[in-house]
């Protein structure tokens, strides 16, 4: 299973580096289409632990979810970080989805 979107500074079980090194001025993808398929799966598990914002440090929530589909793996506060920021994503990743709605 390949895992995005855990940034170090959750602190989580995987650890693809710092929100920073994935934040831009502008994502070269549909996010409304990248947030439809992530938010389509159902969660296969759940962590009873805080969910910051990773940029501010900013606690969001008192748990999180994990999901995937097949193949990537992400958790709930990856969708967060997308809707609120400009998040960069694996090309791959991208390319999957937009076969899927095209």
């Known amino acids: ?3 995005i979107g855990c ?29 439809d398929y992530l938010k389509s799966f159902k969660h296969n598990a759940s962590c009873p632990r805080a969910v910051i914002d990773c940029v501010t440090g900013k606690e969001i929530a008192s748990s999180f979810k994990v999901y995937n589909d097949g193949e990537y ?4 506060f990856l969708m967060y970080h997308i809707e609120k920021y400009n998040i960069r994503l694996p090309q791959a990743f991208v ?8």
């Not at 793996?73 to 709930?76: A, G, K, P």
């Not at 390319?95 to 095209?102: E, G, V, Y």
């Open 73 to 76: 793996q992400w958790c709930d």
């Open 1 to 3: 299973m390949i895992n």
């Open 7 to 35: 940034f170090s500074e959750m602190n989580v079980f995987f650890n693809n580096g710092s929100v920073l090194d994935y934040l831009q001025d502008k994502v070269d993808y549909d996010k409304k289409a990248v947030l």
């Open 95 to 102: 390319d999957k989805i937009m076969s899927k709605t095209a």
